[in-house]
Every structure is written in structure tokens, then in C-alpha cells.
């Protein structure tokens, strides 16, 4: 062979090619790119296979759902990557498949949940869900392929700081991390711990269907494609306040893929929705007016998602705007009304005194007053609202799988909901129809997180509309963007406090007044600021105390209901003045709340006599005093908050729950029951009551929410879905007992809340709740660095039906609870406008930067509830924020009164108003 000239390495010769005879990275992507424009195709691996997709999607995370079917990569913000959902491994990396273009996909090598070795993707999804280290599962995915990635990197050395950071581009609103760095911890180590099926009432163990939401496997609506699947697409408001002059819908028709523009004139039955009003237009017509930019004009429904949203920008509409009313004391002072044809701007007053508070204020030896302003946030779940409703077959049996059979003789319609109600889901869609209730069967399909957020219908009118006047199939699953318009938001309420207590700091009266910015439609606004009214005085016993509270329409966006329920708004407000009190007399914050806490027997706020479930108060506190203790003596700065909260409506609303048991000849049991599961473990509560009271195995039993039974008890709110749910099903389980457990029977079991009194009744001695919940948390910070270190979190949930799902609730409220304290918000300009619209922009706590949580769960019975429960999922953030405030002060000596407490830019607009006090004494005392 001949002598071969070397020549000196360069990165890359002349022609691309190099020294090697490799083809350099920029010559590839040119040869990579050079292929895609020519075919018009993007070849690249696909879980060890070769694959070939169009090159119009938009990314690589389009073409591997929409054309590839591959669900594990879930869509909760694309294109903007900000909430890891869709992570992927390409090219041995992880990497967000919403930000990955499909130039660059060509000829890469892409992994997927679904390509995982299967030995590997049952570790680690036994793994995530032996430490209970998710909930709504919208989220795991990404997570799962994010860990694989990370530990196939660095093994056993993966220490749980280094994955916390790296964990930074994913959100998750259900956990607060504790519990997935838990996992990531085992699997880093070659640890892969059981994943136990839980027993009875008491036991730890996994959520149902854990391991399939682990895995990616169990379909969320996004992930449901029927046969002959048509897209829906909306178009919204321009202006927060405008009438609407005319839409021109032409350009949209005339597009290829769309077949249909629907308006509000394709409505055949009612045009408004609402949990309590029907007061909230499906779209807004010609001739009417919008009220916030969440208002729909019209919905395009095509062949394909990208079209009917290019379509939908197409819709010309002639405005002629108004002046938006954003200011909420402006809004309650004016007799111009907001919101089209609702008359006044006050929504709703809730209001109630007891004994003489001048004359308590007056004898006080220590008064304080301080006016607190809590922010407006969204919550930020992280599957976007999405919506499938399909006709069904004349003559077809339910259950009937989606997109079966010939729809073109249909007679009813079956809407796939992620809803928090879907009984009232049904019967506002048939409202909207004009057909009897028989005609709609709603659905639930568990959802990725709600929080409140998912309780008013988002899309389902609209795309259950399309289905019934097209007969074919509809989706409609929202953007990120419009997400933000559309749902309702927590909040933001200015509350004026006035307090005082005697020389040893026992509180002797208590005068409060809100104003709380409801947006321009119902939702449970009202309910909100009567919540917190109730709540004014925290856990505390005051015996003079005046509380007035008014919820205001505006143009801002729609508020409702939020985790805490305008308790948390209330309760920042209240710890504040016992934090401020404390120190004008001269005692701790804890020691001043251990000398005001209710007991068993006290009178509390509205005039209610606390019976003996409220010990768990005292014994929460008391449970975080050895931590605090310690951080006082170790020179830290320590916050202590101490809360309550509701469990169930109240405030005299009768509350009827029903279940039915059911056993099949194939030896399942079915357990059938009316709360939406999204994340919290409703399902996993109604699995272990039956377990308890059949003593059936767990594998045997199938749990099912949908509306072919007459079970509705209204809306998944108020902490009352385990307490309701586990009261009924048990119901259930003693009727089939009774009867032998026969095959084919439905035992309908029922549990009600009927002995409850409103505010507006004026009794004497009210119960306004019949079950609370209690917390005390403590905020250790540094005091150098104003950084969270630690939160101990002493939580009073009656008895714990699952211990490990009970601490994946709170550590998650937590983790809500301090982004609420310190950054999150969703401030509007003074044009109704959001100023934040992504999810980076709301500024919740990574994982990095979230510092220890140690729950201490307390047990403390509910005498009147079954098993002694009591709700975890709201009381868990209502604590927080004050004391983490109180922490800041130990920390520089300031008192703080804005939330959030660090992120000034996610505050609300000063208001108009200097005094809401006067404002609302100067109102009449009545609705408008």
C-alpha cells in the first residue's frame, strides 16, 4: 500500500468533510435541512424505528402527537417550553420537544416514554408512585424521561441538589418536589421501592392509577382522537369593555381544512352558563357587549388543530370600545355598570357583627389597624382545559368508546370533561341545546390540576355545541395563552383590619372590611368573599368583632375559586395583626396565638360554637413549638402562622353526596361516585373506604365518575371531596352488606350536610360549617439572606385515610403557599390587560428553590364526619403567607402588608379608594 500524505487536523476541510471522513455539524444540519426542503419530510429514529413525518409541524412535539400518536410527551404550554411536559431524550439528551424545531429532529435518534426498556419503565414508575411522587400525572412524563436522562449521565453520583436544579424546567403545581426528588433519589441509588396497593382507611400506599400515570399510558382528553376528529379553535375579545358592532367571519370560512364558524347565533337554547348565576355568555353576539378579554365572539372548527387557530386569527370583528372599569372601589362607587346587561357592580355583600366593638376598641390597651392587599394569581395547572364531545349512535349502548360507530344518526351526545362538576357540566350544556338532560352524558376525565380553576365550564359549551350541530367529533384544547384569558383567577382582596387585645394579649375585638375584585361574571365569586368574611378572624377567639365584605364586578379577568377560598386572603390579613399585636405586648408570635387559640366550646367568628374537632387547632400549634424552640435558639428568624378552613359549602347549603356500589360478574367491584379526581386522590379515598368496608382486595375494585347515574352533589370544592365522598360510598358498602353483595344491583349510598346556617340568617349561634380543618406552620429563614430554609408543617386532618397521599397534599400546598407569599401573581393594567402570559412570568418556585418541608400530620377527630375526616387539600397554603412575612420581620424588623412579599411586579394597581372602611360604611347596606 502506498505512504498516505497526513495532513495537519483542522475542525473542518474545505468541502465539509473532516479529516476523518466524517461529515462536520454544520455540513449535516445543511444536508439535514437540504432533504427537508426538497421532500418535504423529516426522517428521523422514533424509539429504535425510522420514522418519516411531515415538515410543516410546527415542532418536534406536534408531529410525534398529532401524526406519530405518541401521548406520552404531553402539549401544557407549547411553543414557549416552559413547562417541561414534553420532554424528550433526542440524542442521548433531554430536551423540551415544544422547543425542538423539525429541521433539527431530522436524522436524530428520539426517545419516548413509550420506547423505554420495559423493565426500566416499570422501575421507575413503581418507583414514582411507591413514593407517592405524583398526583394529577400530567407532568410525570416529562419528569420521568428528565430523570432517565439524568441519571443515565451520572449514575449513582446524581446527588439531590444537582437534580433539583436540573429538574428547573419542569413545573409542577401538585407535589412541590419533596417527593419527586424522593424518587429520583432511589432510582440514583439502584433502590426501587414497592409500590404497596393501599388497604383500608389509615394505610399508606399508592394513588389509583399511579402507575399508568407514571408510564404516560392513561389518556388525558388531549390524548383521545376519535375517528373523524374535527378541532375547535376560538376566537376572544379585543377589548375588555366594547360593544360589539359586527363579525365577518368570511376570510375564516373560505380557508381549506375549516368546516364550520360558529357564533352565538348557532345557539339554539340558552346563551349563559354559571355555578350560581347564569350569567356567563358562551359568546358574546352582535349587538352585545364584551365585559373582559376572556369573552368569546366565535369558534372555528376545522380538520386539524393548526388551521382552525390560523382561521380563528382571520375573524374580523368591528368594535366600538368603552372605557374599562378596572378599579374594583371605583367599580362598587359608580352607577355605570361593567358587565353588559347586569345591573349594579356590586356582586354580593356578606356581613355580620357581634357584641359592641367601638366600645371594646375603646378599652383596648393595645389597638392595631393596617390595610393588607392580597394579589390576583392563576393557577397554573398544567394541562390546559380541553374538551371532547362525540356524538353517539342512535340505539348504542353506554358506555360507548369514543368515535365508534356511524354518527350521522346520532341522538345524544357523550362530552368527555375535565370539569371539577360534570353533573352541572351537563346540564348547563343542555341549557345551551335546548335538549333534556337524558340527551348529554358527561364524562370525567381525571385532569392535569385544577385547583379551583377547572369548577366554571372553560370550552365544554362551545365544543359540545360543534359536535351536536356538525354530528361529527370535536376537541377543543386551549393554549397556554388563551388558558390565561379565559379561567377564572384567586382574588385579589384590600382589607382594612383593625384590632385589639388587653395587656396580657387576649384579643377583645376585631373590625375588618374587603373588597374583592370578581371580574365581571358570577362564578362563585360571592361564595369567595363570604368565605373569607366568615374566616376574618382566623382560629381565634374574638368576642366583639364586625366584619363587612363586598365582592365587586369589574372588566378584570373572571375570579372564583382558587385553593384556600378566600381563607388564605383573609388569614394573611389576620396573622398580620396578631404578629403586630404580639409585639406591642411584648410576647412571641406563638405565644400570643396559644393565648387567643379556639377550643372546644369557645364561640367563634360568625357566632359558631366550635365542638370538639376544633382541638386540632391547639394541637397543631403545639406540635410546631419544639421546632420553633430550636430556630429561636439557633438565632434564625422564625414565623409562625396558625389557620382554619372549611371543609364542604356550608353557610346553609344542603350538600347531598350519593354512590353506588355495584358487583359484576366478572369480579370487579365497581365503586361509582361524583367527585372529579385532579390529582388530589378522590379516587384512591373511595378505593380504601370500599376496601374497608367490604374487605374486598383493592385490584378488584374499578372506580368510575360519569353522569348515566344521578349521583351529582354539584362541584369538587371546599376540601369536601374525601369527607362527602367516603361518607357516601361507605353508604353504599353497608347497603350492599345488607343485602348479601349481590351481582348487578346498584347500592346507592348517600351523605348529606344539611344542619348548616348562612350568614345572611342572623342567627344567634350559627354552624356555618359543619367540619374544619386546621394547620399551623412554621418559616425558619436566614436571617443573612432572607432565604426559606425550612417549613414545618403540623396539619390536623381529622384521621389520615392515606397517610402518603395526605403529605403529597400539603407539601404541595406549601410550595403553592410560598409562591403566593413571595412572587406569584397575575397583576392586569388599568385596561383589564394581564401583564404576565407565560408561565415563567408568574414566578413560581422551582425546584431548587424550594427549601425542606417536614409535615407532622395531627389527628384530631371530627365528631360529626365519617371516620373523623376532615379535608387537606385547601388549609394546607392558608397559614403560609403570614408566616412567611412574620419570618421577614424576625429577619429586618420591617412589617409587610402586599403579597406577594419579594415580586413587586406581580402586585396589584394601587386603587382609588384610600380608605375601604369608609367606602363600604358610606355604601347602602344592600345589594345593588
Known sequence: ????????????????????GEASPDAVTQIASDHVVATGRVRFSLNGQPVS??????????????????????????????????????????????????????????????????????????????????????????????????????????????????????????????????????????????????????????????????????????????????????????????????????????????????????????????????????????????????????MVVADDRPTARRAAELIRVHYEPLPPITDPTVAIATDEDAVWELDGNVLSRSSYRRGDVDAALAAADHVVSETFQTQRVDHAFVEPESTLAVPVPAGAPLPVTAGEGDTADFDRLIVYSGGQGIWDDRDDIARILDVDTSVVVTELVSNGGAFGGKEDMSNQGQTALAAWLLGRPVRTTFSREESFLVHTKRHPIRLDYEAGCDADGRLTALRVRMVGDSGPYASVGMKVLERAAGHASGPYVVPNIDVDAVAARTNNPVCGAFRGFGAN???????????????????????????????????????????????????????????????????????????????????????????????????????????????????????????????????RIEVIVDSTRELGAGQTTGSRGTLMGAGA?????????????????????????????????????????????????????????????RV????????????????????????????????????????????????????????????????????????????GIKGVGEIGLVPTAGAVAAAMQAADGQWRAELPLVNEANRERPVAASSVRRLLDDLPHRDR
Open 53 to 298: 413525518v411531515d415538515a410543516g409541524h410546527e415542532h418536534l412535539l406536534a408531529a410525534l402527537r398529532d401524526e406519530l400518536g405518541i401521548i406520552s410527551p404531553k402539549d401544557g404550554c407549547a411553543p414557549s417550553g416552559q413547562c417541561g411536559c414534553c420532554t424528550v431524550i433526542v440524542d442521548g439528551k433531554a430536551r423540551v420537544s415544544c422547543q425542538t424545531s423539525m429541521d433539527k429532529s431530522e436524522g436524530s435518534e428520539v426517545l419516548t416514554l413509550e420506547g423505554l426498556d420495559p423493565q426500566e419503565a416499570d422501575a421507575m414508575a413503581a418507583c414514582f408512585a411507591a413514593n407517592g411522587a405524583l398526583q394529577c400525572g400530567f407532568c410525570t412524563p416529562g419528569i420521568v424521561m428528565r430523570t432517565k436522562a439524568m441519571i443515565d449521565k451520572k449514575g449513582s453520583a446524581l446527588a439531590r441538589d444537582d437534580a433539583a436544579r436540573l429538574l428547573g424546567a419542569h413545573l409542577c403545581r401538585c407535589t412541590g418536589y419533596v417527593k419527586i426528588l424522593d424518587a429520583i433519589e432511589d432510582l440514583a441509588a439502584g433502590e426501587v421501592p414497592v409500590a404497596v396497593v393501599p388497604g383500608g382507611i389509615g394505610t399508606r400506599g399508592a394513588k389509583y392509577e399511579a402507575t399508568e400515570l407514571g408510564l404516560g399510558a392513561r389518556p388525558f382528553i388531549d390524548d383521545m382522537t376519535p375517528k373523524g376528529l374535527l378541532h375547535g379553535a376560538f376566537h376572544l375579545a379585543d377589548h375588555a369593555r366594547a360593544d360589539v358592532v359586527a363579525i365577518d367571519t368570511t376570510e375564516a370560512e373560505a380557508t381549506p381544512g375549516v368546516v364550520a364558524v360558529l357564533t352565538a347565533a348557532d345557539v339554539p337554547g340558552e346563551l349563559r352558563s354559571g355555578l350560581i348565576h347564569k350569567d356567563w355568555p358562551i359568546f358574546i353576539p352582535v349587538g352585545g357587549r364584551t365585559s373582559f378579554l376572556g369573552d368569546v365572539l366565535a
Open 569 to 699: 386572603q383573609a388569614q394573611f390579613a389576620m396573622e398580620g395583626v396578631i404578629d403586630r399585636l404580639a409585639a406591642e405586648v411584648g410576647i412571641s408570635g406563638w405565644e400570643m396565638r396559644s393565648r387567643n387559640v379556639i377550643e372546644p366550646g369557645d364561640t367563634w367568628g360568625p357566632g359558631q360554637v366550635m365542638n370538639d374537632g376544633c382541638a386540632g387547632a391547639r394541637a397543631c400549634l403545639d406540635a410546631v413549638k419544639p421546632a420553633y424552640d430550636e430556630a429561636v435558639a439557633a438565632g434564625l428568624a422564625v414565623g409562625v402562622g396558625l389557620g382554619l378552613k372549611n371543609s364542604g359549602l356550608g353557610n346553609g347549603f344542603k350538600e347531598i353526596a350519593r354512590a353506588v356500589v355495584r358487583f359484576r360478574t366478572d369480579g370487579i367491584v365497581e365503586v361509582r361516585h361524583c367527585w372529579t379526581e385532579m390529582g388530589q386522590g378522590v379516587h384512591t379515598v373511595v378505593l380504601q373506604v370500599a376496601v374497608e368496608e367490604l374487605g374486598v382486595d383493592a385490584e
Open 729 to 789: 360510598v361507605a353508604d353504599a358498602c353497608r347497603a350492599a352488606r345488607a343485602d348479601g353483595c349481590r351481582v348487578g344491583v346498584d347500592y346507592e349510598g348517600e351523605y348529606r350536610v344539611d344542619w348548616t346556617n348562612s350568614l345572611s340568617e342572623g342567627v344567634e349561634r350559627p354552624i356555618i360549617h359543619s367540619t374544619f380543618g386546621y394547620a399551623a406552620q412554621l418559616v425558619v429563614m436566614d436571617p443573612e439572606t432572607a432565604i426559606v430554609q
Open 1 to 20: 500500500m502506498g505512504q498516505i500524505e497526513m495532513t495537519p487536523p483542522t475542525d473542518t476541510a474545505a468541502d465539509g468533510v473532516s479529516p476523518r
Open 792 to 867: 414545618v408543617a403540623a396539619h390536623d386532618v381529622g384521621r389520615a385515610v392515606n397517610p402518603l397521599l395526605c403529605e403529597g397534599q400539603i407539601e404541595g400546598a406549601v410550595h403553592m403557599g410560598l409562591g403566593y407569599a413571595l412572587s406569584e401573581g397575575f397583576p392586569c393594567d388599568e385596561d383589564g390587560r394581564p401583564r404576565n402570559d407565560t408561565l415563567r412570568s408568574l414566578d413560581i418556585i422551582r425546584p431548587k428553590d424550594m427549601p425542606e418541608v417536614e409535615v407532622i400530620l395531627v389527628e384530631s377527630p371530627e365528631p360529626d364526619a365519617p371516620y
